[in-house]
């Protein structure tokens, strides 16, 4: 079953903007993750941030996690023409070990 | 060079033929995954294990079977019971198959010929 859900679906940004989009989930949450995918490429892990915490940082990615809105954003800083790629949260229920994937948002970063 | 191989980049499928994806990890991980991707959608679990001769159904597990003989390899075979086979296959792997992250492969794109 899919429970993230992330938003905007598309970003269209200028080199050196940031870029910021988020996900929403339905039930409670042991970890949220956040992966990158280029085009036609496996998916690369980013960021994972546990329900206790709310906000981490990893060089330009921020992410924060709001629990008692089910929700979480992922901000890239300075984006460079390589962050062009699909970013998908992922998250794990309550004694349960297998990760939900949403249908991701797909970011563009114009030169 | 450790990490998640998959086989081949590209498989078709003739109609009732069954074909075999292959996923090879020397990442020495206990758990191993096979989602399935569509189109502008996100990731579906077809099949995971947790550990050697041992694996559940995810969400989309009809028309796809699996085996782990080994810790290291993790097949998937689409049956021609799968209807609507075309799609970019993707395996994963993870240190426990607890709440980490997962490490993936290149993926398989399939398509029916």
């Known amino acids: 079953s899919q429970q993230g859900e992330e938003d905007p679906q598309a970003l269209s940004i200028q080199e050196g903007e940031n870029a910021t989009m988020n996900c929403s989930y339905k039930?409670?949450?042991?970890?949220l993750q956040w992966y990158r995918q280029n085009s036609g490429r496996g998916l690369v892990h980013l960021i994972l941030?546990?329900?206790?915490?709310r906000e981490k940082h990893s060089g330009r990615l921020r992410v924060t996690l709001d629990t008692s809105k089910k929700s979480s954003s992922l901000l890239i800083t300075a984006s460079r023409a390589a962050d062009t790629a699909s970013y998908f949260c992922?998250?794990?229920?309550?004694?349960?070990?297998?990760?939900?994937f949403g249908a991701g948002t797909t970011v563009t970063v114009r030169a | 060079d450790g990490g998640i191989t998959q086989s081949p980049k590209y498989l078709f499928r003739k109609e009732g033929q069954n074909v075999t994806l292959s996923c090879e990890q020397n990442?020495?991980?206990?758990?191993m995954y096979w989602y399935r991707q569509d189109p502008g959608q996100g990731l579906r679990l077809i099949y995971y294990?947790?550990?050697?001769?041992?694996?559940q159904k995810g969400d989309i597990a009809e028309g796809y079977s699996v085996s782990r003989e080994k810790k290291e390899s993790f097949p998937l075979t689409v049956t021609s019971a799968q209807k609507n086979p075309t799609a970019f296959y993707l395996c994963?792997?993870?240190?426990?198959?607890?709440?980490?992250?997962?490490?993936f492969g290149s993926g398989t794109q399939l398509s029916v010929l």
């Open positions: 294990s947790q550990i050697v001769n041992d694996f």
């Open positions: 994963a792997s993870s240190i426990d198959g607890g709440q980490g992250k997962l490490f």
């Open positions: 039930t409670s949450i042991n970890n």
């Open positions: 990442l020495n991980h206990d758990a």
């Open positions: 992922a998250t794990d229920e309550l004694n349960d070990y297998k990760l939900s």
């Open positions: 941030i546990r329900s206790n915490e």
